[in-house]
């Protein structure tokens, strides 16, 4: 079986997300209502008694690595991506083998303000790659309850421009469009269990930017470090053979 079938069959079997139709028109124009268990917001990081993590450089800071430009995520998002929806109309006839992306034990999907909990299934693939190698990671130094929160994934054409009236420097064109990207914030983490082994948010921050760098040196997305979200804006790539034809 192919590597990407197999993790996508393992992201189905811990509940991250779920690629079975929903039978309402307005389900990706319409904020989700639906829980988990896992959307638990976790407790307030502790402040003290941290023990440090062990890191492994990853060849310079976050900002140096991870700087791929909007042309160069918009690239990926077209060839890889659905066509971008700006009604129901597009809902029905674009979103085929869209998956609905849910909070589980890897990750925390945040209250969506002007995005919608869906990917295509390569993105949502490497989504869950991405957090079962911080929880690997993380388990593999010592231990600690921490789950990364992703902040964005799907807009519509009214959600990016919904979002540049609060946020001038958000992009009228987005690589979010395509279903193909999504945001991780680096600055916030979710602590389940208060009693497990602290650690601090900024190597939290750098181990999750190590799992990222690995996934990237691999070809599997591009990444820019964004500072004022203090997130990762991640894109799934294209296959080679599509960006090749340009």
């Given at each position: 079986?192919?590597?990407?079938?197999?993790?996508?069959?393992?992201?189905?079997?811990?509940?991250?997300?779920?690629?079975?139709?929903?039978?309402?028109?307005?389900?990706?124009?319409?904020?989700?209502?639906?829980?988990?268990?896992?959307?638990?917001?976790?407790?307030?990081?502790?402040?003290?008694?941290?023990?440090?993590?062990?890191?492994?450089?990853?060849?310079?800071?976050?900002?140096?690595?991870?700087?791929?430009?909007?042309?160069?995520?918009?690239?990926?998002?077209?060839?890889?991506?659905?066509?971008?929806?700006?009604?129901?109309?597009?809902?029905?006839?674009?979103t085929?083998?869209?998956?609905?992306?849910?909070?589980c034990?890897?990750?925390?999907?945040d209250?969506l303000?002007?995005?919608?909990?869906?990917?295509?299934?390569?993105?949502?693939?490497?989504?869950?790659?991405?957090?079962?190698?911080?929880?690997?990671?993380?388990?593999?130094?010592?231990?600690?309850?921490?789950?990364?929160?992703?902040?964005?994934?799907?807009?519509?054409?009214?959600?990016?421009?919904?979002?540049?009236?609060?946020?001038?420097n958000?992009?009228?064109?987005?690589?979010?469009s395509?279903?193909?990207?999504?945001?991780?914030?680096?600055?916030?983490?979710?602590?389940?269990?208060?009693?497990?082994?602290?650690?601090?948010?900024?190597?939290?921050?750098?181990?999750?930017?190590?799992?990222?760098?690995?996934?990237?040196?691999?070809?599997?997305?591009?990444?820019?470090?964004?500072?004022?979200?203090?997130?990762?804006?991640?894109?799934?790539?294209?296959?080679?053979?599509?960006?090749?034809?340009?």
């Amino acid at each position: 079986m192919p590597l990407m079938a197999t993790a996508a069959m393992a992201a189905v079997a811990t509940g991250c997300y779920d690629s079975t139709p929903d039978s309402d028109l307005a389900v990706l124009l319409q904020p989700q209502t639906s829980s988990t268990v896992w959307d638990s917001r976790g407790y307030p990081a502790p402040d003290n008694g941290c023990r440090r993590l062990p890191l492994r450089p990853i060849g310079g800071s976050l900002a140096s690595v991870f700087s791929d430009l909007n042309g160069v995520h918009m690239e990926h998002a077209r060839r890889a991506g659905i066509k971008p929806i700006e009604n129901s109309r597009d809902a029905w006839l674009n979103t085929s083998g869209m998956v609905h992306v849910r909070s589980c034990d890897l990750f925390l999907v945040d209250r969506l303000t002007h995005s919608y909990s869906y990917l295509t299934e390569d993105a949502a693939t490497l989504l869950h790659d991405i957090c079962r190698g911080f929880a690997d990671s993380l388990a593999s130094r010592g231990g600690g309850a921490y789950r990364p929160k992703v902040t964005s994934m799907l807009r519509t054409g009214s959600s990016v421009r919904r979002l540049r009236r609060v946020n001038r420097n958000a992009s009228s064109e987005s690589a979010h469009s395509y279903g193909t990207t999504f945001d991780l914030s680096y600055s916030k983490f979710i602590c389940d269990d208060t009693t497990a082994t602290k650690r601090t948010f900024e190597d939290l921050k750098n181990l999750l930017g190590e799992i990222v760098a690995g996934l990237r040196a691999q070809g599997r997305c591009v990444v820019k470090h964004e500072r004022r979200q203090g997130c990762f804006h991640i894109t799934v790539c294209a296959p080679t053979d599509s960006l090749t034809s340009l």
